[in-house]
């Protein structure tokens, strides 16, 4: 059996297409890599959210899945939208990395207390949103491009530091400049964030989804993140909203915690949810009931617009 994976052509993806395909090979499966652009890599002159709020990083991957060109396809988890249209399905998630958010820095004396004036360079809404919020004193400025191009412009700078995803940059081996790593009960990550998923056609025959599925999918972050996402469909949400969820998973109890923040950082909302990890997507409904309740909707319409 050969398979054929299909990606974005950024260093991360490729390092996160050359884990899964070593985990096929592992199994005794080749496969074969093809590289796909997005808009969201097409369009690197402006912000995530004038493009669009769904599958800005996945709609012509999908499109190659349709084609049946490709087999799999390769997506950071947390760039994959929370409902997927009915011909596809995610056959695998790996197993989860870190989901800290960090700062990392060319300045060897960087302080995120520093009194002098620091600009944050980041494409995330949830970032600016949560930045505004616990550190307002802190300016942001868009800063789009893949890791190695965001590095480039923060040298040149553009900014002081990037706030990015620790698993992106751990694996692409800037663990030197970080300078600082935030608490994950301050900033809850997005959702997905950590986590490689894998994405096929329904239609796919059983036998390569069973192969994909035993040779790639880890069972206990599935189930973390089958709630972060049930959790993030119930609110509409993408990646372009400033949403955020984690889940942990301790015995046989998975807790969720969660919530969503205006764009201007004033509002934060945030609340959590427990239950059987049997059932992830029942605990991720549950705080969805509790964040709308509190007026979570109203907070992420006025981010829509």
């Known amino acids: 059996m050969k398979l054929k994976i299909g990606t974005r052509g950024s260093k991360l993806a490729l390092w996160q297409t050359q884990y899964v395909a070593e985990k096929l090979r592992a199994g005794g499966v080749e496969s074969e890599v093809v590289v796909i652009n997005t808009r969201g890599d097409k369009r690197q002159d402006v912000a995530i959210t004038e493009i669009g709020t769904r599958g800005v990083f996945t709609e012509e991957i999908e499109e190659q899945l349709q084609r049946k060109t490709i087999d799999l396809a390769v997506h950071s988890a947390k760039d994959l939208q929370s409902s997927l249209p009915e011909a596809f399905e995610i056959a695998a998630f790996t197993e989860r990395e870190q989901t800290a958010d960090v700062l990392v820095s060319h300045q060897p004396n960087f302080s995120l207390h520093s009194n002098q004036p620091l600009t944050i360079g980041t494409s995330s809404v949830r970032r600016k949103a949560l930045l505004k919020h616990y550190n307002p004193h802190l300016n942001t400025v868009e800063m789009r491009g893949n890791l190695q191009t965001r590095m480039a412009k923060m040298e040149a700078g553009q900014c002081d530091a990037l ?26 990550p997005a959702v997905g964030q950590g986590s490689v998923a894998v994405e096929v056609l329904a239609s796919l025959s059983s036998e390569k989804k069973k192969v994909i599925r035993e040779l790639i999918n880890h069972e206990i972050t599935e189930q973390q993140l089958r709630a972060e996402r049930a959790y993030l469909k119930a609110l509409r949400g993408g990646c372009s909203v400033p949403v955020f969820a984690l889940a942990t998973i ?16 004033r509002t934060l909302l945030k609340d959590q949810a427990t239950g059987s990890k049997e059932l992830p997507e029942e605990v991720g409904e549950i705080l969805a009931e509790k964040i709308i309740s509190q007026g979570g909707n109203q907070i992420l319409e006025l981010a829509r617009k």
Do not use: K, P, W
């Open 163 to 188: 706030m990015l995803a620790y698993a992106g940059v751990h694996r692409m081996e800037y663990d030197r400049s970080i300078v600082h790593q935030f608490s994950t009960e301050q900033m809850i």
């Open 250 to 265: 301790t015995d046989n109890r998975l807790l969720l915690r969660g919530g969503v923040v205006s764009l201007d950082g």
